[in-house]
């Protein structure tokens, strides 16, 4: 087999040096089954996964779970909900003991005398007209408003069939807040009319993904080929899909073989007891299985397949980097 040294030269070996040493260890927590929102092909609500637990109300036993958690190996707590921002004492039970990443629908701001440096991502689902039809009011405003300028937030642009050919608007109005923009694609999980994908319009977002990084280069964190693997379900020649998925809770994953997958991953309901069959949707089919996150993690999993040519290893480099960057790992 192709070694990581003999593939790279200097530079890129520098880069590869930075990320291999990481050793990322996550898990995902619902901090409630609340929200601000319902929005229309929500992975949490669709799927009944607000009803899968009760939660925990007492704070002191969110700091004893927290502690718990670390001891367990996790270095990186990714928040979720429901609206986490409901809970900013649960928040800070995680803050204060682990690096800490909270996803926010960002109609209520994140107090940075308390929250300084928590790395804050912002979900949108689209420009204004998609926004009020899918969550029912124009989120971007409000969050844009918040959240301008703020060195350690960045727009979780979940991108609908409908936005196609309508990214920039969007792109240049984050990059005029001087905020960053990943990108994810919506599964459709309530099949709401004319949001489903269909072959002709994911090969025109991952061109039009491409071409986004191209001219915003400091306002997107993204590269290629997660456009590529995202919009094909396709790496190395596999499929996506159940047989393939990193990002199944640990306990719960009988998978037999096992595929190459996330060490320790767990998603907890907010109970600190149940657990979720995976990232996003219990009910999901997972040949529907748009979640970027498990993308990226797909990847990053299956280092070895990509030692195949230097363009692989770049490619799986470029991921790995643009992950650590989502998270703060390293700047962007
Ligand atoms: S804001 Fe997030 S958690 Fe709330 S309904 Fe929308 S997608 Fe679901
Ligand atoms: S729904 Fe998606 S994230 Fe969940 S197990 Fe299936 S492929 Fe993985």
Not at 240 to 259: A, Q, Y
Request: with cysteine; charged share 30%; aromatic share 12%.
């Amino acid at each position: 087999m192709k070694t990581v040294s003999s593939l790279l030269d200097e530079s890129w070996h520098e880069r590869y040096r930075k990320i291999a040493s990481l050793n990322i260890r996550s898990s995902i927590y619902d901090v409630t089954n609340r929200c601000n929102l319902r929005c229309k092909g929500c992975f949490f609500f669709s799927s009944n996964e607000h009803e899968a637990a009760l939660e925990e109300m007492e704070l002191a036993k969110w700091y004893d779970f927290v502690g718990r958690e670390k001891e367990r190996g996790v270095n990186l707590a990714i928040l979720i909900g429901g609206e986490p921002t409901l809970y900013l004492d649960r928040i800070e039970a995680f803050h204060r003991l682990l690096p800490t990443y909270c996803a926010t629908n960002g109609q209520i701001k994140i107090p940075r005398d308390r929250f300084p440096d928590m790395m804050v991502g912002i979900s949108l689902w689209g420009d204004e007209e998609d926004e009020r039809i899918l969550r029912g009011k124009d989120t971007f405003a409000v969050s844009r408003r918040h959240y301008e300028g703020d060195p350690y937030t960045y727009y979780l642009y979940t991108i609908t069939a409908k936005q196609v050919g309508r990214l920039e608007s969007v792109v240049r109005k984050i990059a005029d807040a001087g905020l960053k923009v990943h990108f994810q694609l919506l599964t459709n999980d309530e099949d709401v009319d004319g949001f489903s994908w269909s072959g002709e319009k994911l090969r025109d977002v991952r061109s039009e993904m491409d071409e986004m990084l191209d001219r915003y280069p400091r306002t997107v964190i993204s590269c290629r080929y997660y456009h590529e693997v995202i919009t094909t379900g396709k790496m190395m020649g596999r499929s996506f899909g159940w047989n393939e998925c990193p990002s199944v809770t640990e306990p719960l994953d009988t998978r037999n073989p096992r595929p190459k997958r996330l060490i320790r991953f767990i998603r907890w309901a907010s109970d600190l007891k149940t657990m979720h069959r995976c990232c996003t949707s219990e009910t999901r089919d997972c040949s529907t299985c748009k979640d970027g996150a498990a993308h990226m993690s797909w990847i990053m999993v299956n280092k070895r397949d990509h030692l195949r040519s230097t363009e692989d290893l770049q490619n799986w480099i470029e991921v790995y980097e643009m992950f650590a960057k989502l998270y703060r790992f390293i700047p962007w």
